[in-house]
C-alpha cells in the first residue's frame, strides 16, 4: 500500500492553554426544571388542585363555584343523536346552519352525540320545541343541554315524527277533527302553530307517536 494514501494520527500531550480550568469556589449553575426548559408547553395555564382521600381512594369534586361557571359556555347549547344511521358532519352542519337561527357552532363525539350552540336562547328553544327535525330520512333526538348530563344513548322503541295531512276538508280543521284523521297514522301529539291559526290550508302538520326498531 502506498505510504501517501495512509492517514497518519499523532498523540499530542496538550498544553496549558488547552486545559479548562475550574475554580472550585465558583458558584454551580442548578439545571432548569421542566417547565423552564420546556416553556411552549408549559404555560401555566392550570394549577394544581390537591384532591381528597376517601376510604384509601382518591376523589375528585369540582366545586359548585366551577360548574358555574363552566357552564356559562355550555347555556345556550342544545345536543342530540340520531336515531338511525349518523350522518356526515359537514352535510348536517351546513343544513342545521342554513335553517336554525343564531346557530353558531356544531361540534360532534365519535359516538354519535351532537352539539348545536347557539347566541340566542330563544332560537334555540324554537329549534327543540319545533322537532322532532329529520335529516335524510334519519330522525334526531334533541333536547336542552343541563350540566350533569350524561352522554349515553337511550333505548327508543316509539319516535315522534312530523306528518302533513293534504286535502284536509275545511270542516277538520279542529283539535278533534285532526286528532281523528291523525290516528290513521299514529298517536297523535300535537299541531305546529300555523295549524293551529289555519294559516297555511294545504296541509296540516301534526306531530304523532310511530313505533321505532332500529336496524
Known sequence: MDSN?????????????????TDEHMESIPPKSVPEAFPSIFRKELCYIPPTIQMGEI???PSMKIVENGS???NMTAFGYFLGRKPYFHHLEAFAKKNWKSLIRVTATVNGFFFFQFTMMAAMEEVIESGPWLFQGQPIVHQRWEPGMSLRKQKHTQIPVWIRLKHLPMEYWTTE????????????????????????LDYARVCVMLDYHST
Request: proline letters at 4%; a positive charge.
Open 72 to 74: 356559562k359556555r355550555w
Open 177 to 200: 277533527g285532526l286528532s281523528v284523521v291523525a290516528s290513521g297514522v299514529g298517536k297523535p301529539l300535537y299541531s305546529d302553530a300555523v295549524t293551529k291559526q289555519c294559516s297555511r
Open 5 to 21: 494514501s495512509l492517514c497518519s494520527l499523532s498523540h499530542t500531550t496538550p498544553t496549558d492553554h488547552d486545559v479548562l480550568h
Open 59 to 61: 376523589v375528585v369534586r
